[in-house]
């Protein structure tokens, strides 16, 4: 097998070669970083809480064993063999599976519009944490100055400056008010910050690859020292981590495992297909694939201990509080000598006085507070990062410092995401020749960005967050899905299971064993359907609505439940089916131009029939 | 006789400060909360530092300005330290309406804060709202200044890497030149990083032949110190002129 000569690699346009990594590090810290995003670092923990702490592990893991990693690989090593973007790599698989490389690519910039649209609120929060005090810590007063804005104490200082200073946002997705020239000017530096990283490509990619991967495991660290050393932080943890079996048998609990490993390794967006293709053709890629899913899963891990230390923190001192208030009315009302009542105490100190003055501890507005209901509270998403951990933030000493770290570490980790978003474009545009061969690199990589960051202005509007979210639910989750299936199935059954193994023995120097064959072959596959039939009958459940943050609403400040108008719905539909749309129609595009040209030009005497031309 | 006026002086003037009597308020003070160690223990002597700021800030009422410290009364002090407070005329049978009070001690609020080290939080008049300091906005907000700041970085390291580049382009162009390809050959190596075993693929060595690496293109010969072998003929001079 070592002596065999390779099988010959496509042939490189005009007369430059590929271009290359400088060296491994790179190339591992580009997929590291890809897939470690900002759903590390608030949808696992989340979910390890909601679903039973420890317990979730165990679904968690099965997932990455049959559903991950093989899928991982199986990317890493098309794009290695083939040396191709997304798009191409399916051409040369067969021209009837183009679609999946479109599809691939329409969803690539779907998402890394949002995505970027993000990472300007993290910006946003990034430059407000330069100043203390944080403007998020207290109300602003009110024009006449006698008390704080009706908003801000209606909901929370945290709250008001998300929903209003930051995204100032409508009551209706229909009103979409004007663009709000904060979040554009941050939306122009994010994208000019993605455009000076991918501005060549890989070559500047690759150095800055080694700052926005690894910061973020250096904060997560100061993070993990600082939280674990703070009050509260032990309750947090064992809240977070205490087993609970009896969640394994909702098999709901199942299906938010199988997505979050798929789309916490960012599958079937073709980025990892593009790095891929800049390695030399003789790497190990099935060494790659298993390492950088187990450090992405480690990753996860380690960024829950540290959030839930953090988290716990949190849930003690707004506990202590509650109780604090609480004495406060106690004393209030029964004129006693300050800080006569400790925490400790006031149990005691009601049972007293409710056993002698039942009817005026009755008249008393008191809280119930329970440590159990503050840790409850959990959040995912970015009511994680801009409400819950910026409250957090405040009680700790030296807020702004931390702030500062929090914010950097989440733009830099949604930054390396960015960098696998942008090459999944760039490199298949690149690959097909988009442009003349005179056009630098430079130019198309401006031109992408340029047009990326005028389409996600529309998240700058007054309703752009409900829109955000509406991408993020439809045109990701439903298309990945499929086309994760479209790209197992595509490779095992018509690029063919032999060949894939050949290859992947030409190039690492061992065939692939049972494991891959069987999770290849058959549970993969099985796996993506049952996900996606599971997803659509969870999405089909419930009507499509949204939350909607209305100060006039009579339960403010929860949020109303509101349904989509009908031109939303239909324009989410098109965004959950038009990338995976691209698969038939490129297919039965090739087999109409195949027909075609076999009524044009029948096939003369002897000559073997070209491959794929059964039909016609 | 002398000793019944006494007790009814006494008396009306404890009418007039009772809790929830008319035109009385509630004063509530937190001064363990807002020192600490150092806080002070309320004696008759804080009492009557607290009348004085009373009096002294209904003197800067207009019509009010002979009010004395004896006649502001309080009454029902407690050891939270709470105690109602009236402000009465000088003829000691009425007391002042709540509106003036309440204007009064609004507008000198802070004076009587800082007359007990206490803040609005601390010291509470119930039902005399405080005055909100006008927020301290910088003329500047300095999330502009930083945001200037990065992206001025960023567009600076985009120029340099642009002008870069269209100066390594105009570079290339001199270069390629099919005899000086070959010959800097060798100099292209060290920018790739490749085992010994690949050296011995023929697929690799037919990627050679380009004189562009990593996008970084090999510099001519002469600029690196190198030297031209003038032994080998160059193109122009193959063809003997006729």
């Known amino acids: ?616 | 006789m002398l000793w019944l006026l006494f007790f009814l002086v006494t008396a009306i003037r404890a009418d007039l400060c009772q809790p929830d009597a008319e035109n009385a308020f509630k004063v509530r003070l937190s001064i363990r909360t807002a020192l600490g160690d150092k806080a002070y223990a309320w004696d008759r002597n804080e009492e009557y530092l607290f009348k004085a700021m009373v009096a002294f800030s209904m003197r800067k009422v207009p019509n009010r300005e002979t009010t004395e410290i004896s006649h502001v009364l309080l009454c029902n002090v407690t050891q939270r330290v709470s105690f109602w407070f009236v402000v009465t005329d000088p003829s000691r049978n009425h007391t002042l309406p709540a509106v003036e009070v309440q204007s009064a001690i609004r507008m000198n609020r802070n004076r009587i804060n800082n007359a007990f080290f206490l803040n609005d939080q601390t010291l509470e008049f119930l039902r005399i709202p405080p005055t909100f300091a006008p927020p301290t906005d910088p003329s500047v907000p300095i999330w502009i200044i930083i945001f200037g700041v990065i992206f001025c970085i960023v567009l600076v390291a985009t120029m340099l890497l642009i002008l870069s580049g269209i100066r390594q382009h105009r570079r290339v162009k001199i270069l390629h030149c099919p005899f000086q390809a070959s010959a800097v050959n060798n100099q292209c190596h060290f920018g790739k990083n490749k085992g010994p075993s690949e050296m011995e693929d023929t697929e690799d060595k037919c990627e050679n032949v380009i004189t562009i690496e990593n996008g970084i293109p090999c510099d001519p010969l002469d600029m690196k110190g190198g030297h031209i072998n003038d032994a080998f003929v160059t193109e122009d001079e193959r063809l003997t002129p006729l």
């Open chain 1, 1 to 616: 097998m070592a002596g065999a000569p390779g099988p010959a690699p496509p042939a490189e346009g005009g007369g430059e070669a590929r271009p290359a990594w400088d060296n491994k590090l790179q190339y591992l810290l580009s997929c590291v970083g890809f897939a470690v995003g900002l759903g590390n670092l608030w949808r696992f923990p989340y979910l390890c809480q909601t679903y039973g702490g420890g317990a979730f592990l165990i679904p968690y893991v099965i997932a990455l064993a049959f559903e991950g990693i093989p899928l991982f690989h199986i990317e890493l090593a098309i794009g290695q063999r083939l040396r191709r973007g997304s798009i191409g790599v399916w051409t040369a698989i067969s021209p009837y599976l183009g679609g999946v490389g479109l599809g691939c690519f329409t969803v690539s910039f779907l998402v890394s519009l949002y995505y970027n649209a993000i990472l300007a609120w993290v910006l946003w929060y990034l430059l407000n944490s330069f100043q203390h005090p944080l403007p998020w810590g207290a109300c602003p007063p009110d024009l006449n100055r006698t008390g704080l804005v009706q908003e801000c104490r209606d909901s929370s200082p945290v709250s008001y400056f998300w929903y209003r200073r930051t995204l100032n946002v409508s009551a209706d997705i229909s009103d979409s008010g004007p663009l709000q020239w904060r979040l554009l000017l941050c939306l122009a530096a994010s994208w000019a910050v993605v455009y000076l990283c991918v501005i060549r490509g890989i070559e500047t990619t690759g150095k800055a690859i080694y700052f926005t991967a690894l910061f973020p495991y250096l904060v997560l660290t100061v993070f993990l020292v600082r939280g674990l050393t703070l009050p509260g932080a032990m309750e947090g943890l064992t809240y977070l981590f205490t087993p609970d079996m009896q969640v394994l048998q909702n098999p709901r609990v199942w299906l938010d495992a199988a997505t979050q490993i798929f789309f916490s390794l960012s599958l079937a967006f073709g980025g990892h297909i593009a790095f891929a293709s800049y390695n030399q053709p003789r790497n190990n890629c099935r060494r790659d694939a298993v390492s950088v899913a187990l450090v992405n899963s480690m990753t996860s891990l380690y960024a829950s201990i540290a959030v839930f230390s953090v988290l716990g923190f949190k849930a003690a001192s707004d506990h202590g509080q509650c109780l604090d208030r609480n004495i406060l009315r106690l004393i209030n009302a029964f004129d006693l000598p300050e800080q006569s009542v400790s925490r400790d105490d006031y149990a005691a100190a009601l049972a007293r006085l409710n056993a002698s003055q039942p009817a005026r501890v009755a008249g008393l507005p008191l809280e119930v507070c329970r440590l159990e209901d503050f840790l409850d509270k959990s959040a995912s998403g970015t009511g994680l990062a801009f409400i819950v951990f910026t409250e957090a933030v405040l009680h700790m000493p030296g807020a702004p410092v931390w702030a500062v770290l929090f914010f950097g570490m989440l733009y830099s980790l949604g930054l390396s995401s960015m960098f696998g978003n942008m090459e999944s474009m760039t490199t298949p545009l690149l690959d097909l020749g988009v442009m003349p061969r005179r056009v630098p690199k430079e130019a198309l990589t401006g031109l992408a960005c340029l047009l990326c960051f005028l389409t996600s202005s529309c998240f700058t509007l007054r309703s752009g967050s409900y829109w955000l979210e509406i991408f993020d639910q439809y045109a990701a989750a439903l298309n990945l899905i499929l086309l994760a299936f479209f790209e197992v199935v595509g490779v095992v059954y018509i690029y063919g299971m032999k060949r894939l193994c050949d290859d992947i023995a030409w190039m690492t120097g061992r065939r692939p064993g049972f494991y891959w064959r069987v999770t290849w072959k058959v549970v993969s596959p099985l796996l993506l359907l049952t996900i996606f039939v599971a997803y659509v009958a969870l999405l089909a459940s419930s009507p499509p609505g949204y939350k909607a943050w209305n100060p006039q609403y009579e339960r403010f400040p929860s949020r109303q439940e509101k349904p989509y108008p009908g031109w939303v719905l239909a324009a989410c539909a098109l965004l959950s089916f038009l990338p995976t749309l691209w698969v038939p129609v490129v297919a039965l595009g090739q087999l109409l131009a195949r027909c075609r040209e076999k009524t044009r030009n029948p096939p003369q005497d002897g000559r073997p029939k070209p491959q794929g031309s059964r039909a016609c």
